[in-house]
Antibody
């Protein structure tokens, strides 16, 4: 059974870079049939799609975050990562990683989520 | 681009049916059958309950069904149960560079 687990710093200072990793277990990130996404949810608010990567390293980012986001994949470690630079309080959110089967909007598997707080 | 429009809240009694709407545009909901619905319980990750407008993932109760008319997609839950109380989000592909839109979410209360 596929499992996704986010990890990374839960507290980031303003203007610094948020870094998270999603470890994939129970399946291979290199299968080629899926897309691997990052989605976030500010406290008490709705979901916001950040971007996705294929196992090849090809990526697509939300235009609203594109200038600050990097998503990368590490096939040898069976994981993928998110970096968000120049963070502000508005980036405080629960960050989820997910796997899509078929179209990108079909996120069939989700990590449990990790809260990242931006504060000095 | 604006998020898809959902009612903030809906409610129903056990055993009843409810419908949650998700309104977009011809460039997203109305133009493609790439609409998904997610259920989210407090403090938990979202769970896919409907994909491609009408399809249910394996393991999801057949009390959940989806449909679409024009630019509005709908999620119907029949035979409401207490466990259905949760937030529900729709999501759609869009031709804009945003690529993926989410609705603002609907809180379902089972009375």
């Amino acid at each position: 059974q596929l499992q996704l687990q986010e990890s990374g710093s839960g507290l980031v200072k303003p203007s610094q870079t948020l870094s998270l990793t999603c470890a994939v277990s129970g399946g291979s990130i290199s299968s080629g049939a899926y897309t691997w996404s990052w989605i976030r949810q500010p406290p008490g608010k709705g979901l916001e799609w950040i971007g996705y990567t294929y196992d090849t390293g090809s990526t697509y980012y939300s235009p609203s975050l594109k200038s600050r986001v990097t998503i990368s994949v590490d096939r040898s470690r069976n994981q993928f990562s998110l970096k968000l630079s120049s963070v502000t309080a508005a980036d405080t959110a629960v960050y989820y990683c997910g796997r899509s089967s078929g179209h990108i909007v079909v996120v069939t598997n989700w990590g449990q989520g990790t809260l990242v707080t931006v504060s000095s | 681009q604006s998020a898809l429009t959902q009612p903030a809240s809906v409610s129903g009694s056990p055993g009843q049916s409810i419908t949650i709407s998700c309104t977009g545009a011809s460039s997203d909901v109305g133009g493609y059958n790439y609409v998904s619905w997610y259920q989210q319980h407090p403090g938990k990750a979202p769970k896919l309950v409907i994909f491609e407008v009408t399809n249910r993932p394996s393991g999801v109760s057949n009390r959940f069904s989806g449909s679409k008319s024009g630019n509005t997609a709908s999620l119907t839950i029949s035979g409401l149960q207490a466990e259905d109380e949760a937030d529900y989000y729709c999501s759609s592909y869009t031709t804009s560079s945003t690529l993926v839109l989410f609705g603002g979410g609907t809180r379902l209360t089972v009375l």
